[in-house]
Nanobody, 123 residues
C-alpha cells in the first residue's frame, strides 16, 4: 500500500514563504515521478509542479514558475515544494501525487495521492 503524507501547510502573509513536504512509503521512492497539485474552493484541481524519478527533470505551471521550486531527497523518501513570494491566489489545498510511468501534468496521470495540506495566504 503506497502512502503519501503531506505536511508544512499553514497561514502565511502575502510575500511570505512556505515549504511543503510529502513523505512516501510502500514503494521504492526512486522509481516514482512526483507531482504537486492544488485545489482552491470551487475550482478544479490544477497542476503545479513535477519532478521525474531521477530528479533530473522538473516542470512548472506558468502561474508558479520562478516562485516555486520542487525537489526530492530519495534518502528520506520525500519530495518538497518550496513556495516563495506567495499571494492570495495561491490559497488552496495542496496535494502531492505519485506515478511510476508518466511524467505527466494531468490529474489522471497519477495513481497515488496524499490527503492534502491547506495553504492560506492573507493579503
Amino acid at each position: 500500500q503506497v502512502q503519501l503524507v503531506e505536511s508544512g501547510g499553514g497561514l502565511v502573509q502575502a510575500g511570505g514563504s512556505l515549504r511543503l513536504s510529502c513523505k512516501v512509503s510502500g514503494r521504492t521512492f526512486s522509481t516514482l515521478n512526483m507531482g504537486w497539485f492544488r485545489q482552491a474552493p470551487g475550482k478544479e484541481r490544477e497542476f503545479i509542479a513535477i519532478i521525474n524519478w531521477s530528479g533530473s527533470v522538473t516542470n512548472y505551471a506558468d502561474s508558479v514558475k520562478g516562485r516555486f521550486t520542487i525537489s526530492r531527497t530519495d534518502a528520506q523518501n520525500t519530495v518538497y515544494l518550496q513556495m516563495d513570494s506567495l499571494n492570495a491566489e495561491d490559497t488552496a489545498v495542496y496535494y502531492c501525487a505519485a506515478n511510476p510511468f508518466v511524467r505527466g501534468i494531468k490529474v489522471e496521470h497519477y495513481e497515488y495521492w496524499g490527503q492534502g495540506t491547506q495553504v492560506t495566504v492573507s493579503s
